[in-house]
């Protein structure tokens, strides 16, 4: 299926699936942007461009963890929304909690700004 939303073009052909949940299919387009595909056979079929944020959300109950942190990276382990590292298991700060003085010990502990 093909269509045009606000300018952009989806295409369930040409995006790479990542996850199926019932009638709905996540995919990625190359640029990144995400969308969810349903199929209902009792209705028309949709597209609906979505965010990172409610890309993860939506495969957090779909893919299992390696699956996840390949495709979405670690959030950030403060505000749990900005892409943060795809690099460390354990997850960083995004740089807007890291800016607010956010912090992370050796252990991996999280820290407010007036921690010290
Ligand atoms: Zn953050």
């Not at 996540?26 to 595909?37: N, S």
């Not at 390949?70 to 403060?78: A, E, T």
Request: with cysteine; charged share 25%.
């Amino acid at each position: 299926m093909r269509k045009v939303i606000d300018g952009k073009r989806y295409d369930t052909q040409t995006a790479r699936e990542l996850g199926v949940l019932g009638d709905t299919t996540l995919f990625i387009k190359v640029t990144g942007q995400f969308f969810l595909y349903q199929n209902n056979p009792h209705k028309w079929p949709t597209i609906t461009p979505i965010s990172w944020e409610q890309a993860r959300a939506w495969a957090m109950g779909v893919l299992d963890h390696d699956d996840l942190v390949d495709q979405f990276g670690n959030p950030c382990r403060v505000c749990n929304k900005v892409k943060a590292s795809t690099d460390n298991n354990y997850g960083k700060l995004c740089q807007t909690c890291e800016d607010m003085g956010y912090w992370v010990d050796k252990d991996g502990n999280t820290h407010a700004p007036d921690d010290k």
